[in-house]
C-alpha cells in the first residue's frame, strides 16, 4: 500500500526560493576579480537569478543541454549554480586547473552548449575556443566595462541579464533529472563525468546538514574556500541556502591574507577547504600574530587531514572537522565529528579518531571488501577497498560504459584502502594505486606522511613504492623543508620511529625542492613515482648510517 503524501519534486529552484523568503536580507558577500566586495541578500539574489533563468531561456538550448562554467567563487556562480538547474539545464563546472587537453577533451565530452566564464580566464577561453566545435557561444561573467578585448562575439552576463524580469516560474519537473556535472581529477586515465540529479543534491544538501557535522545554520557565516569548479563546492552554497546562513565567496583571493581578511571584516565562522589552502591561512595568521577567530568550526577533506593541522586550529581555538569524499559521491561520504562519550577519552585517543575519515551520515552506506569481494569486519585493522551506496553516490559515468567501479551488487567501489572500527569510523589508509606492498603486506603511505609532517623541518612529506628485490615494494619519503631548515636521516627516524610499525619505516628519503600537486590539491603520486621509484636513486639519503 503506497502512503497517502504528496510527492512534491526536490528542486534546486526551491532551495533558492525559499532562503529568498525567509532569509531575504541574510548576505551573500563575493570577491571580485579587483579584490573589491560584492554583497546582496538572499532576496536580491533570487531576483537576479529569475533574470539569468529568462535570459537562458533565450539562448540556442535545449531541456538538459550543458552549460559550462570556468569561474572563481563568486556571486556570479552562485546565481548559475540555482539559475542553470532551475530551468532544466544541467550546470557543468569545470576545474580552470587542469591541463589545456584536459579542459578539451571535458567540454567536448559533456558537448558544452554555452561557456560562461570569468574575465580572468580570457586568455585560457581563447585557447580552447577553436578546439570546441559544439560550442554556441561564450558568455564573459562581468559587465560591460570589465568585458575581455579580442571577442567579438562573446556575451557580456550582466547585459544579458539588464533586460530581463525579475519574475519567473520556475518549472516543476522529475526530480530524478540532470542538475549539475563534475568531472574527476583524471588521476586515473581520462576524466569521468559524474552527473548529479536535482533529487541527489537536495538530498546531499540536508544531508550535509544534519545536525553537528558541517554545523551550517541560521546565524552561522560560511566561507568555502573549496572551489565552486570542484564537487558543488562540497555543496555549501546548496546548504547555506537550505537553512539560510550567510555566505562568503572568497573569489580569487585563496592566499592567507586575502582568507583572513574576510574571516575577519565578514564575521566567518565555519570554513571549508582542503588541508593546503589551511596551512597557507594558518602561516599567514600566527606569522602575523594574528587570531582566526570568530571561525571555530573549519571542515577539511580533499585529502588527509594532518595531525599539525588539527593541532595548529586547536590552538586557535577551533574545531577541525575531518570528512572524506569524491566527485562521485557528491561528494560527502563520511564525516569524523565525536560523540558526546568521546569526551572523555584521553586527548591522544581522541586525536587518533579525529584523523580517521569518520563515520557514514545518514544517507550513505559502506562497507570494505577483499581482494575476493567478500567484506571484511569492523575491527579497524582489516583492510580493503571501500564500497559505497546511497542517494547521493553516482550509480555510473556520463557517456562512459565502463562498470568497473560499480559490483555487481549496486556499491560504487571508491578505490580507497581503508579500515572500520567497531564504531564504525573509516580510515584511509591509501588509494588503491599508491598503496605500498612490501613482502605481501600493505603499508600506509598516509600514515608515513601524517607522522613526517608533524615535525618541525617539514613542510610537506610524500610516500611512494619504490622498487625492492628482496621485499617488491619499500615506502621512500620524498621530505620538502620549511625554508632554512634542514634534516638528516636518522633525525628523521628517530622521529617516526614511536609512532609506526618497524617495518614500515622507510630506509631512505629524498629532499626535493617541492612536490607536484594535480589540478585538485592532490600530490600526483604518479609522476613521483615515475621519478624517484627506482630501487637505488642517486638522491636517496639513508635513514641509518
Ligand atoms: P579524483 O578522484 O578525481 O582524484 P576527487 O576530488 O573526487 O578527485 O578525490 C577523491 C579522493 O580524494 C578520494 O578517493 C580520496 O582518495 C581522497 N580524499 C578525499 N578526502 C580525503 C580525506 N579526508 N582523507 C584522505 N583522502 C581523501
Known sequence: ???????????????????????????????????????????EAAQRTRKLANALSRLNVTAGDRISTLAWNNHRHFEMYFGVPGVGLVLHTVNPRLFPEQLVFILNDAQSRYLFADACFAPLVKGLRPHLPQLRGVVFMCDRAHMPEGFPDALCYEDLLAPESDLYDWPQFDERMASGMCYTSGTTG????????????????????????????????????????HVNAWCVPYAAAQVGAKLVLPGPRL????????????????????????????????????????????????????????????????????????????????????SDHHGSLPPAERMKLQLKQGRAPFGIEMRISGPDGKPLPWDGVSRGELEVRGPWIASGYYNNADRSQFTADGWFRTGDISTIDAEGFMNIVDRSKDVIKSGGEWISSIELENVAMSHPAVLEAAVIARADSRWSERPRYLIVLREGKTLSGPELKAFIAPHVASWWIPEDMIIVKELPHTGTGKVMKAALREQYGAEVHPEAVKLTL
Request: proline share 7%; glycine share 10%.
Open 255 to 338: 592566499d592567507g591574507p586575502g582568507l583572513l581578511e574576510v574571516i575577519h571584516g565578514e564575521k566567518v565562522s565555519i570554513g571549508a577547504g582542503v588541508p593546503t589552502i589551511w596551512l597557507n591561512l594558518l602561516n599567514h595568521a600566527d606569522q602575523a600574530g594574528q587570531s582566526i577567530a570568530p571561525m571555530s568550526r573549519v571542515v577539511i577533506g580533499g585529502a588527509a587531514c594532518p595531525q599539525t593541522l588539527i593541532e595548529r586550529f586547536n590552538a586557535h581555538k577551533a574545531l577541525t572537522v575531518h570528512a572524506w569524499g569524491m566527485t562521485e559521491t557528491s561528494p560527502l561520504g563520511s564525516i569524523s565529528v565525536l
Open 1 to 43: 500500500m503506497h502512503g497517502l503524501m504528496m510527492d512534491a519534486p526536490l528542486l534546486i529552484s526551491g532551495i533558492l526560493e525559499y532562503a529568498a523568503k525567509y532569509h531575504r536580507d541574510t548576505e551573500i558577500v563575493s570577491r571580485n576579480e579587483d579584490s573589491s566586495l560584492n554583497r546582496y541578500g538572499y532576496a
Open 190 to 229: 581520462n576524466p569521468k563525468g559524474v552527473l548529479y540529479s536535482h533529487r541527489s543534491t537536495v538530498l546531499h544538501a540536508m544531508g550535509v546538514n544534519q545536525p553537528g557535522l558541517f554545523g551550517i545554520a541560521p546565524g552561522e557565516c560560511v566561507l568555502p574556500v573549496v572551489p565552486m569548479f
